[in-house]
């Protein structure tokens, strides 16, 4: 195989590993189930596509007799049941613990348009202060986001923080996101939603000190129903 045959190869395989979108390199509790769970997945599909290749390489030797009772039940129930069950209660297990629950978590408002976001928080002066394209948040804490649209179906995704979540028109949903340390981190609209989608993007920052100083804070950037 070429050398520019195997690049192209390579390129899909390591697109997503890293960088400030990257699935794989987790900023907080609840991503780093999500990878967890990625990886688990990966795990059994690797198994069981083993396993296939496996036979089919002994299809092409010489006949060999074997119990039907060991492949059937063994091999064909026991072993991809045993994989799947893995797989699955891992998937209850990582969708438990990172479902929002009512334990007084900080909660912060975003609201989705053609093709930017409008976040709403409680400054340090307790009043609400709006943001676009910027979200606040604590470091160390949970944090609960209500996710609203005022058009079509857009979708919250900060990948380093949290799974995805689907902003609605007519419909609040609640997500959970929590960042290990302070620091930015990078969100995006992952459903496409017209033709700006590509620039629908958003910044998550993170403080030590909560709740921050938003005063300052500067939303002209936000060009609702920009193209």
């Known amino acids: 195989m070429t050398r520019p045959a195997l690049f ?12 400030p979108l990257s699935t794989l390199r987790p900023s907080g509790p ?11 997945m990966l795990a059994g599909a690797v198994l ?16 060999r007799r074997v119990q039907a009772r060991a492949w059937t039940h063994g091999l064909g129930l026991w072993f991809s049941l045993v994989i799947l069950s893995a797989v699955l209660g891992a998937g209850l297990w990582v969708g438990e613990r990172i479902l929002p629950r009512d334990d007084g978590a900080v909660t912060v408002q975003a609201h989705a348009f ?9 400054d340090a002066d307790g009043q609400e202060v709006q943001t676009a394209n ?5 470091a160390g804490q949970p944090v609960d986001v209500l996710i609203t649209s005022e ?3 857009h979708s919250f995704w900060v990948p380093q923080l949290a799974g995805k979540m689907d ?3 007519g419909r609040t949903n609640r997500t959970r996101i929590e960042a290990n340390a302070p620091g930015a981190y990078e969100g995006l609209c992952a459903e496409f939603c017209g033709i700006g989608h590509a ?16 005063s300052e804070d500067d939303d002209t950037d936000m060009q609702e129903g920009a193209p």
């Open 8 to 19: 192209l190869l390579a390129t899909p395989l390591l697109a997503a590993c890293d960088g």
């Open 151 to 153: 058009d079509v179906i």
């Open 199 to 214: 620039r629908m993007r958003f910044s998550v920052q993170a403080h030590t000190d909560w709740p921050p100083d938003l």
């Open 30 to 40: 609840i991503a780093a189930d999500i990878a967890f769970l990625w990886w688990v």
């Open 48 to 63: 069981i596509t083993v396993f296939v290749l496996v036979l089919l390489v002994l299809a092409f030797g010489a006949p």
């Open 134 to 138: 910027l979200l606040h948040i604590p």
């Open 167 to 169: 902003a609605i028109p």
């Open 114 to 122: 053609q093709w930017g976001w409008e976040f709403t928080h409680t």
